[in-house]
């Protein structure tokens, strides 16, 4: 397949048009693709250098600018050279101006501003780093989610993601070995998740991991039938609890804290 050229330029830190070239190159399958990444564009010498590389590489511009000079001279070079150019911000800005009756103020980097949901997104993200695991279980009834699984179900990365949305998130890894945590078992205040997995799809990935941590030695830990009855067990819990569980096994980290968030926002909703 022949490669293509695809620019992705950004007024800011670059994580919107990154997020919209992805989500939609996932749609064409196996795409052979150079990218051209320009984020913090704010003048226009950046710009003239970026349209030489548009020149030199003719392909696809996806931007997100704001600033109206700028987006005209990418726009109008683009036009000159014949190249395929969408600024992924303008329908939107135009469709909420029109509906709110007011100019936008037309400033990047608006949305990065450090603001209360900012610094709740930084604390969310320290609360999941002192609870991970297990650990700090004394005021885990604190927490806004608590994820529940067997090792190597994505507890902690699925937290991670919980945090970078405001979620205070906690995990608890369950122990073949040992009973569930009494601290587990009296929360009052969190929603908790259950987190599943195939058990042949978590041997592979812990013997990956084994390996990685140059333990390469057959243990329980990789057994087919050990992890068959603590994936059960665990299972056996979450239902005894009623907990809402999510099998894993064919889900990314952000579908499934997605899912957590879904989940998180009923249970919001029918506290009102």
Not at 103 to 110: D, F, I, K, N
Not at 137 to 164: E, F, H, M, W
Not at 172 to 185: H, K, S, Y
């Amino acid at each position: 397949m022949k490669r293509f050229h695809l620019f992705l330029i950004s007024d800011s830190t670059g994580e919107t048009v990154d997020a919209v070239a992805r989500a939609c190159l996932a749609q064409f399958g196996s795409v052979d693709t150079s990218r051209h990444v320009w984020n913090m564009v704010r003048t226009t010498d950046q710009m003239n250098e970026i349209i030489s590389e548009i020149e030199a590489n003719s392909g696809v511009v996806l931007y997100t600018l704001v600033d109206p000079n700028l987006k005209s001279l990418l726009e109008n070079e683009c036009r000159r050279l014949q190249v395929h150019c969408v600024g992924l911000l303008d329908p939107v800005v135009t469709a909420l101006r029109k509906h709110l009756g007011r100019e936008s103020r037309a400033q990047p980097g608006r949305q990065h501003l450090i603001d209360a949901e900012y610094f709740n997104r930084i604390e969310a993200l320290n609360f999941v780093l002192s609870h991970d695991d297990g650990q700090s279980q004394t005021d885990l009834n604190s927490a806004d989610v608590v994820v529940v699984g067997v090792s190597r179900t994505t507890k902690t990365p699925t937290c991670i993601y919980l945090a970078n949305r405001g979620i205070k998130a906690a995990n608890v890894a369950l122990n073949p070995r040992c009973d569930p945590p009494e601290e587990l078992l009296r929360l009052t205040k969190p929603l908790c998740v259950g987190l599943t997995k195939d058990p042949g799809k978590l041997v592979s990935i812990r013997r990956s991991r084994l390996e990685i941590d140059a333990h390469a030695d057959e243990t329980d830990y990789v057994d087919i039938q050990t992890v068959s009855e603590e994936v059960r067990e665990a299972e056996k819990l979450f239902a005894s609890r009623g907990w809402p569980v999510i099998d894993v096994t064919n889900r990314s980290v952000e579908e499934v804290a997605s899912m957590i968030m879904q989940l998180y926002k009923r249970k919001l909703d029918q506290a009102i």
